[in-house]
């Protein structure tokens, strides 16, 4: 008789299934991506009328384009150098590059000046990472010129260096979806850019129609970014702004389980979390990461001691955001030195709880001068060094310690 598995191995059997499913579905995309730029590439060429021999080298060389893709793709997911969620959802990836291959056929139908291929680099990245995205662009415009006639090195120049600006300047993106000086410089420098054949190599006197088309492509690339930003801001911003709410919630599930195995040490994290928010929204930090960070900074707990080792495996299981955890291995890993500003914030609010919390576990009834005895806790950490490689200023030092002096009523809660 077929002996039943436990729970555990149901579990541990379904994550195998959903992970060799997953890898299959990422094989079928890759195949796809790579067949789809061959085949288009070389009919289209066809279209044109090119020769047998430029037919056969466009092949080639989209095939070299598509090798380079799958190749950064790859690299990415082995080293894990994935932006956002990228990783876990290549669909995306492949879904747009589909579009904007269709787009690159067409683009010899328009003007030079016309190709509106900043918001391809940008987009190609915002779902992957910066290497993938200038790959794919890179390789899609070079698509674009085989097809075109009289094609000129300048071209691709021009807009090779719009694409990689543009993708420098949007990789900062995070939560708080700052976007609108991006948007501005990268066109700006877009549109410098078109200009410089357009008007410099013409050796004609200048007139304003030589900045019609540039114009007109400055337009759409600002249309086909706001397209692909909202897109971007459904599937990766207000997805995360959920996840936050769920993880700093106290009920959530991982910290009830944090109280099951410590009730003292769950309500640590609570006490901390309030002045970590406190002083995240001061410092204009992102107080739904910082708070984050303070929820779950003891919950390497679960796996017995409180290490990043053991941190990091509770916190990757359960999908809590990246950039939570590499702040949380500053934080926890002792060959890791405090940088972010938000770990400084979590280092002093943990403290201070930490602090007093012992002092009333002595006894219940004493007086604590509290601005003393941050002022004691501030002076050790400075002589300490552990502040000398972080980028918090001495002003914000200074706000911290004021908030936290300011939370005096708030801290006889703790008796």
Known sequence: MKQKNSPAENEIIAAEEA????????????????????????????????SWMELIGTAVLSACGAGMILFSIEKSRVLQLFLYDNERNLWRFTLLYCIFLLAA????????????YLAVFVGLMLFSNEVTGLAAGSSLLMISLLLQNEAEPVTFFVYFVGGMAGILLFSTINESFHIWLPVLLSLLLQFVCLCIPEVLYQQLPFYLPMLLVPAVNTVVCLILLLIILKFFSFTFIYKTRDIYMDINDPECPLLVELKNVSKPEYYHTIHTAYLCSRIALQLKLDDAVVKACAYYHKIGLLKGENNWENAEQILAGNQIPLRVRELLKQYLSPAEQLVDRE?????????????????????????????????????????????????????????????????????????
């Open 19 to 50: 992970e060799d499913s997953s890898k299959g579905g990422e094989a079928f995309q890759k195949i796809l991506l790579f067949m789809i730029t061959v085949f288009l590439s070389t009919v289209a060429a066809y279209l044109y009328g090119r």
């Open 105 to 116: 056929l067409l683009c010899p139908l328009l003007p030079k000046a016309g190709w509106p």
């Open 343 to 415: 770990v400084i914030v979590l280092l002093f609010a943990d403290t201070v709880i930490s602090s007093i919390d012992y002092l009333f576990s002595k006894d219940k009834n004493v007086q604590l001068d509290y601005q003393k005895l941050i002022q004691t806790i501030y002076k050790r950490k400075m002589e300490s060094g552990i502040l000398d490689h972080s980028e918090i200023s001495l002003g914000d030092l200074q706000k911290m310690k004021q908030i936290l002096v300011d939370e005096r009523l708030y801290y006889d809660f703790l008796r």
